[in-house]
C-alpha cells in the first residue's frame, strides 16, 4: 500500500533563507507524487506534480522537489523564503498504478512559518 | 484558470440533521471525488465517482454518506443524520485523469 511520511510537523524558516519540506514515500509502483499547500482557511492548492518524468520538478513560487527513488524521497524546496510561504505544506501519493485518477493518499503536514 | 466551486464555505448544523455539501467540478473533467480533514488530522479520502458511479469509497464512507452528480455539473455529498464527528472540512476534487487533481476551497461542516 501506498504511503508518505512527512518528517517534519514545523518547520521554521527567517525570510529569505532555504525552505526544505521533507517527504519520504512508499510505493508499490512507481508512484505519482505531489505537494500541495494550504494557506490558512483556503483550499489545497498544486504547488508541483512528479510522474516518472523528470526527477527535479518545478512547481509555482519558486518551489520545487526531486525524485531520490534509491532514498524514496520526494523534498520540497526553495531557495528564498517569502512571509507569504507560511502556510501547511502536504505531501502527497496517488494509490495505484496508473496514478492519474486514482485516490490520494496525504501525508500529516508540515507547517511552515517564515519569520521576518 | 478553471476552478472547483464548493458551497457553502461554512455551515452549521444540529447533530441527527441531514447535510447537502454542494461542488461543481471543473466541466471537462471525469472523475470526482470527496476528501475530508478534521481538525489537525490528515486529509482523508472518502469517495471517488466515475460515470455516474461510486469508484471506490473509504470505510468511512457508511450508509450515512451518499454522493450524486444530480444534473452533469453539480457533485454533491449527503450525510443523512449528521455526528458530532462528522465536523470537518470537506473537500471536493476533479480531474481529466491526466494532469492532476484539483481541489475546491472546501466547506467547513461544523456539527453541534
Known amino acids: 500500500a501506498q504511503s508518505v511520511t512527512q518528517l517534519d510537523s514545523h518547520v521554521s524558516v527567517s525570510e529569505g533563507t532555504p525552505v526544505l519540506l521533507r517527504c519520504n514515500y512508499s510505493?508499490?509502483?512507481?508512484?505519482?507524487l505531489f505537494w500541495y499547500v494550504q494557506h490558512p482557511n483556503k483550499g489545497l492548492q498544486l504547488l508541483l506534480k512528479y510522474t516518472s518524468a523528470a526527477t527535479l520538478v518545478k512547481g509555482i513560487n519558486g518551489f520545487e522537489a526531486e525524485f531520490k527513488k534509491s532514498e524514496t524521497s520526494f523534498h520540497l524546496t526553495k531557495p528564498s523564503a517569502h512571509m507569504s510561504d507560511a502556510a501547511e505544506y502536504f505531501c502527497?501519493?496517488?494509490?495505484?498504478?496508473?496514478?492519474?485518477?486514482?485516490?490520494?493518499?496525504f501525508g500529516a503536514g508540515t507547517r511552515l512559518a517564515v519569520h521576518p | 484558470e478553471p476552478e472547483v466551486t464548493q458551497t457553502p464555505s461554512h455551515q452549521v448544523t444540529q447533530m441527527g440533521q441531514e447535510v447537502i455539501l454542494r461542488c461543481v467540478p471543473i466541466?471537462?473533467?471525469?472523475?470526482f471525488y470527496w476528501y475530508r480533514q478534521i481538525l489537525g488530522q490528515k486529509v482523508e479520502f472518502l469517495v471517488s465517482?466515475?460515470?455516474?458511479?461510486?469508484?471506490?469509497k473509504s470505510e468511512i464512507f457508511d450508509d450515512q454518506f451518499s454522493v450524486e452528480r444530480p444534473d452533469g455539473s453539480n457533485f454533491t455529498l449527503k450525510i443523512r443524520s449528521t455526528k458530532l464527528e462528522d465536523s470537518a472540512m470537506y473537500f471536493c476534487?476533479?480531474?481529466?485523469?491526466?494532469?492532476?487533481?484539483?481541489f475546491g476551497s472546501g466547506t467547513r461542516l461544523t456539527v453541534v
Open positions: 510505493s508499490s509502483y512507481s508512484p505519482s
Open positions: 476534487a476533479s480531474t481529466t485523469g491526466l494532469y492532476g487533481y484539483t
Open positions: 465517482f466515475y460515470n455516474n458511479e461510486i469508484s471506490e
Open positions: 502527497v501519493v496517488s494509490d495505484g498504478i496508473s496514478g492519474g485518477y486514482n485516490k490520494l493518499i
Open positions: 466541466s471537462n473533467h471525469l472523475y
